[in-house]
């Protein structure tokens, strides 16, 4: 949802790749509840992390991570297919 956000307000477009949000304790834990890690990451509430767009040049600061690219364009992709599923947690829905 923040990415989208972020998109919009920047007029750019975002392609996250999933294998860079991948994680052994959280895949191993959606394979034995039978649920579907991928949409977790995507779509997952009260995770808090911080995005943030750097040149294809930069260092980046220590803890941060590549997860993706940034375009000119609209929206958000993952590995490079339009993301037309949940947006991300909302609360106070009804």
């Known amino acids: 949802a923040d990415l989208g956000h972020m998109a919009t307000a920047s007029n750019v ?9 991948s994680d052994p304790v959280l ?3 959606a ?3 039978g649920a579907d890690a991928a949409q977790w990451v995507l779509t997952g509430g009260e995770d808090h992390a911080l995005a943030a767009t750097f040149p ?9 991570r590549v997860i993706g690219q940034v375009s000119a364009g609209a929206g958000v ?7 037309d599923g949940n947006a991300g947690w909302e609360s106070f829905t009804v």
């Open 31 to 33: 394979t034995e509840l």
């Open 13 to 21: 477009a975002f392609d996250v790749t999933l294998s860079s949000l």
């Open 77 to 83: 992709s993952v590995d490079g297919t339009v993301w």
């Open 27 to 29: 895949d191993t834990a």
């Open 56 to 64: 294809a040049d930069a260092v980046l600061p220590e803890g941060w």
